[in-house]
């Protein structure tokens, strides 16, 4: 398992001055931000190394063989290398630098050899990133879906997993945390069961990598996705895990510069993983903002983290129980720092807008997850997530912003 790098104890106050718009005020009050499932605030070493690199050294990458153009190939490797050690790949060539979580998943199905009545198996607790770009396999090459159910707090039937899988599947394809439920899946188990059958899997792990230790290696998974703009980093970036083997199998998703060998008139050869990938100039500064934020990340008690943000879901659950016109959806006692949540004759559109007024951010809708909200019943929820920086006071808050918005709303 890949060791968390703890250098400085957990302060909350310390690492929230860390972040400068966290400073700012909303509508008259003190940002409280419980977004950051959707997208989180970024600290002062990210928005710094991206803006010295175009400051001080930027130029593009790989085929350059000036001082500006070796510097910068050196911080955008340097970022891939970060990322390898953070999920501990096995080596470098197995990351490929993406747009984001949808990016790498689009990736790995375009790469699939997918013929009519080959099999896909998802679960219904999916973000649309990973369910969309099987659709479309579905819809251009006859692929079929077959959903794993789910219990009511996100729990998976492993039995009902195996039963999914035949000599069809061409791949597994389920989240590592659910950006719902905040569930997480049993990953090893997942790959274990496929592997036994020959089958490969994705986790998508944009969530888990935030809020949980991932280790590529030890959980033996065939391709991961992950995100920067969730994990304090910039958007626009993600990354593609994928054994060293496979993606070397992998037909070129896009074609361009940087992913080929040879180019003549009459033939063309492709480049080594992860170049073959990575078509056209890649999203250089974000890259380096990615490997900033993950070694920011690094740098702090990561076990002090999952320790404060439990105390912030828990705390979160616990207030919301107490109301008896709120409906938590997922209460799994392992789950991440995400709580979803209903209330009585409130949609969950007016509640978030209220709470903004408040200076509450929170998110409300579908959550890109449709098929579970069929699953839950409901066509929305309103969700808080948390983050590192957010305080317990801040709970408190929030559950008096709900109140507020209850008077309003009856």
Request: proline letters at 5%; glycine letters at 8%.
């Amino acid at each position: 398992m890949n060791a968390p790098l703890i250098r400085r104890p957990f302060d909350v106050e310390a690492l929230r001055a860390e972040f400068p718009i966290l400073g700012r005020d909303v509508n008259g009050r003190p940002l409280v931000y419980f977004d950051n499932a959707a997208s989180a605030q970024k600290p002062e070493a990210v928005i710094e190394a991206m803006a010295n690199a175009m400051r001080g050294s930027y130029a593009n990458v790989h085929r350059g063989l000036h001082t500006l153009a070796n510097e910068t190939t050196e911080a955008f490797e340097a970022a891939r290398t970060t990322v390898a050690r953070f999920i501990n790949a096995p080596t470098t060539d197995s990351i490929v630098f993406t747009k984001g979580g949808t990016h790498a998943i689009n990736i790995v199905a375009a790469g699939l050899d997918v013929q009519p009545g080959d099999e896909i198996v998802l679960s219904v607790m999916e973000h649309h990133s990973n369910i969309v770009p099987w659709h479309m396999l579905r819809e251009r090459k006859g692929a079929v879906l077959k959903w794993l159910d789910i219990d009511d707090d996100g729990g998976i039937d492993l039995e009902a997993l195996d039963a999914l899988i035949t000599s069809r599947t061409k791949i597994v394809a389920i989240t590592h945390m659910s950006n719902v439920l905040g569930a997480k899946t049993p990953a090893a188990e997942i790959v274990r069961i496929a592997h036994t059958k020959g089958v490969p899997v994705l986790l998508d792990g944009c969530q888990a990598t935030v809020h949980s230790h991932v280790d590529v290696t030890a959980l033996d998974v065939d391709f991961y996705a992950l995100t920067g703009h969730k994990l304090y980093g910039p958007t626009g970036i993600g990354v593609l895990y994928g054994k060293r083997d496979l993606l070397a199998a992998m037909p070129p998703f896009e074609g361009g510069g940087e992913m080929i060998d040879v180019v003549e008139r009459e033939r063309v050869t492709y480049n080594e993983p992860p170049h073959r990938l990575e078509a056209g100039t890649p999203p250089i500064l974000e890259a380096i903002g990615l490997g900033a934020a993950i070694s920011w990340f690094q740098s702090q008690d990561r076990i002090a983290i999952e320790q404060h943000e439990a105390a912030l879901r828990d705390r979160a659950m616990a207030a919301l129980r107490e109301l008896n016109w709120v409906k938590l959806h997922g209460q799994a006692p392992d789950k991440g720092a995400i709580v979803a949540f209903s209330v009585e004759g409130a949609h969950p559109h007016d509640l978030a807008q209220i709470l903004d007024r408040q200076g509450v951010a929170i998110r409300a809708g579908h959550h890109c997850a449709q098929p579970l909200m069929q699953r839950l019943g409901v066509s929305a929820t309103a969700r808080a997530s948390f983050a590192c920086y957010n305080r317990l006071d801040e709970i408190d808050v929030f559950i008096e912003a709900l109140h507020k918005a209850r008077r309003l709303l009856s």
